[in-house]
Every structure is written in C-alpha cells, then in structure tokens.
C-alpha cells in the first residue's frame, strides 16, 4: 500500500513539475493583448471627457461607423507616454479633417481610482496638452465588460493595446506602444499605409526613419538597446545588416522596406539597421560573411531565422512569419 502512496505521489510530482515547466514557456511568449488583425471591433460606452462627444457615453464605432479610426487602450502606461500618444494623434486628426479621421483614447482605471478624480486627471491633461479632437475616455474599471469584448489583456506588463482601424475592422495593431521617436515613426506608418492617411509629423511613412535613408520601417541603429527593447515588449529583432555600397541591399531599401504591407508588419518586430562599416563588431558577432544579410533574433541575442541576399516584399513577409512561429514553438 505504502508503495502505492510512493507511486501515486511521484506521477502527482511530475505532473506539478510539467506543469511548471509549460508555465515557464508561456510566461516567456510574446505578450499578446485585443483583438486580432482583421476583426471587428464591438460596441462600447465609455465616458467621454474631451472630444467631440464630451460629456456624453457615446459608442466610438456606433457613432462612427466608417470612419478611419486610432484607439488606444490604457492599461498601467504612463500619463507622460499616454500625452505623447494623444499629442501625434491630435496632429493627425486636425491633418486630416476631410477624410473625418476618429481617434479615442480609453483609459481602463487599472488603479481602481474613482471616476471623478481619474476624470479630473484626464480633463487637466486636455488641457494642458490642447488635446480637442483626441477624445479621452474612461471606464470605471478594468473588469468592464468592454474589456473582456475587446480581448484586451490586463496583465500589468501590457501598458496599452492600440487599434488602428476602418468600417470597425483593426487593419494594425500596437501593443505597449512607446511614445518615442521610433514607435511615434510606426503609429505614424500604420496611419499613411494602413488608412491612407495624411501625416504632419516630420516622422512620417515617406519621410527617413531614425536612421535616415533606409526606407519608412522605424529602423534602431542600436543592437543592445534594441534587445532591451524587445525584452520589453516580447517582440522579435528584425536585424539589416548592409553597406551603402553594396547594390541589392540598396534595391531591398527602394523595393522590400518600400512595401506597405512589409512596413506595416514591421510594427510587429524590433527593426535594428547595422551598417557593417560603421559596427564590424557586430557583424563579426554574427558571422557575417555576405551582405544584405536579415537576422531574426530573440531578445536574448539567439538566432531564430537568417536570409542571405535579396528578397522581395512577397518573400520578406513570408521570413516575418516563420520567424514569429519560430519564436513562439
């Protein structure tokens, strides 16, 4: 009997510690938050505090049901990112006044606050930022129905989930969208090439990204702060590395990095642009014998997936897809 008791106990131990394990794995995979690229994104009522619905409950997509639309989702982000966000997208939807561009910002009350002193907070950062045509929103927590609908995840570590979107269908999605220089550059992307929208910022899908003259995609020039990047987000690294001299790595900057729907999914990954001139170091890391040479890395430096030569925009999309199953396999 007591050999029993052993046996059952030792399967009852490697069932906790497989469980463990698989625990381990998914807690290490990409975050995800909302709903997916291509849905449809349902009715809700949140309170709105600036906007052209102030005061009201109105429902973003009922109201405007066709419009090209940005909403971001806030979690545990920072007012000072969130102001950020709210300050690009009030530029461009004054840019963009013809084609009746909507963008809502709604703040979940992750904190639990009540809803007069986050409406306080939210009605002195209208003003002090000048946000008019932004509308800021709330819900009175984050356990409302809404959230559930929209899939957003409320783990602490997602800052905020941003839908770009038309006719309610999500056509590009961001999430913990940091308010710098690169991720204001995709916000910007994923308004020109997905909604086909005009953009007055100076970081704009036709003008040079941080590293200037390699195409829209928000390039880093930095390796490691790139990984810190992506240790972050739980995104993969998207690694060029290339010459100024070198001919097919100038076509994929005229072609492939031109390619919307390759610009568009760049906002999935960390771009980091390594100019084998100016960083041999890195490239000598890698093995780098041939160049335009693309890496897909985790965050932690390993390679996932590697293309030497030319490719199209067609065969580009295809290495961005294997190397996000390969990072979650």
Same mark, same amino acid.
């Given at each position: 009997m007591?050999?029993?008791h052993?046996?059952?106990?030792?399967s009852?131990?490697s069932v906790?510690?497989?469980?463990?394990?698989?625990?381990?794995?998914?807690a290490n995979k990409e975050?995800?938050?909302?709903?997916?690229k291509?849905?449809?994104?349902?009715?809700?009522?949140p309170?709105?505090?600036?906007?052209?619905?102030k005061?009201?409950?109105?429902?973003p997509v009922c109201?405007?049901?066709?419009?090209?639309?940005v909403?971001v989702w806030?979690?545990?982000?920072?007012?000072?990112?969130?102001?950020?966000i709210?300050e690009?997208?009030?530029?461009?939807?004054k840019?963009n006044?013809?084609?009746?561009m909507?963008a809502?910002?709604i703040?979940?009350?992750?904190k639990?606050?009540?809803?007069?002193? @986050?409406?306080?907070?939210? $009605?002195? #950062? %209208?003003?002090?930022?000048?946000i008019?045509?932004? &509308? =800021?929103?709330?819900?009175?927590?984050?356990?409302?129905?809404?959230?559930?609908?929209?899939?957003?995840?409320?783990?602490?570590?997602i800052?905020?989930?941003?839908?770009?979107?038309?006719?309610?269908?999500?056509e590009?999605?961001?999430?913990? @969208?940091?308010?710098?220089? $690169?991720g #204001? %550059?995709a916000l910007n992307?994923?308004?020109?090439? &997905? =909604?086909n929208?005009?953009i007055p910022?100076?970081?704009t899908a036709?003008s040079?990204?941080s590293v200037?003259?390699?195409?829209?995609?928000?390039?880093?020039?930095?390796?490691?702060?790139?990984?810190?990047?992506?240790a972050?987000?739980?995104?993969?690294?998207?690694?060029d590395?290339y010459?100024?001299?070198?001919?097919?790595?100038?076509?994929m900057?005229?072609?492939t990095?031109?390619?919307?729907r390759?610009?568009?999914?760049s906002a999935r990954f960390?771009?980091?642009?390594?100019?084998?001139?100016?960083?041999?170091e890195?490239a000598r890391?890698?093995n780098?014998e041939?160049?335009?040479t693309?890496?897909?890395?985790?965050?932690?430096?390993?390679v996932?997936l590697?293309?030497?030569?030319y490719a199209?925009?067609?065969?580009?999309l295809?290495l961005?897809?294997?190397?996000s199953?390969k990072?979650?396999?």
């Amino acid at each position: 009997m007591r050999k029993m008791h052993m046996i059952v106990l030792g399967s009852l131990l490697s069932v906790l510690a497989m469980a463990s394990v698989t625990f381990g794995w998914a807690a290490n995979k990409e975050l995800v938050s909302g709903i997916k690229k291509g849905g449809l994104l349902p009715a809700f009522h949140p309170t709105h505090v600036s906007g052209a619905d102030k005061d009201t409950d109105t429902c973003p997509v009922c109201n405007y049901p066709f419009n090209p639309a940005v909403q971001v989702w806030v979690n545990t982000d920072t007012m000072q990112n969130v102001a950020a966000i709210a300050e690009t997208l009030e530029r461009a939807v004054k840019a963009n006044t013809g084609q009746k561009m909507k963008a809502f910002i709604i703040f979940m009350n992750a904190k639990g606050e009540s809803t007069q002193a @986050l409406a306080d907070r939210l $009605r002195k #950062l %209208a003003a002090d930022r000048k946000i008019e045509q932004v &509308a =800021l929103t709330y819900l009175p927590n984050s356990r409302h129905e809404a959230v559930a609908e929209y899939q957003i995840n409320t783990d602490p570590r997602i800052k905020n989930t941003v839908f770009v979107y038309k006719a309610r269908k999500v056509e590009a999605k961001f999430i913990n @969208l940091m308010a710098d220089k $690169r991720g #204001l %550059a995709a916000l910007n992307n994923s308004l020109h090439t &997905a =909604l086909n929208l005009n953009i007055p910022d100076a970081q704009t899908a036709d003008s040079p990204s941080s590293v200037t003259g390699h195409g829209p995609i928000a390039w880093n020039d930095s390796l490691d702060s790139a990984r810190k990047i992506a240790a972050r987000d739980g995104k993969v690294l998207l690694v060029d590395f290339y010459a100024d001299w070198c001919g097919p790595c100038q076509e994929m900057i005229k072609t492939t990095y031109q390619d919307k729907r390759v610009v568009q999914h760049s906002a999935r990954f960390v771009p980091v642009l390594i100019n084998i001139d100016k960083q041999p170091e890195v490239a000598r890391k890698y093995n780098i014998e041939a160049i335009p040479t693309v890496l897909f890395l985790n965050a932690s430096g390993k390679v996932l997936l590697q293309n030497i030569g030319y490719a199209d925009g067609d065969q580009f999309l295809q290495l961005m897809e294997q190397a996000s199953k390969k990072s979650r396999s």
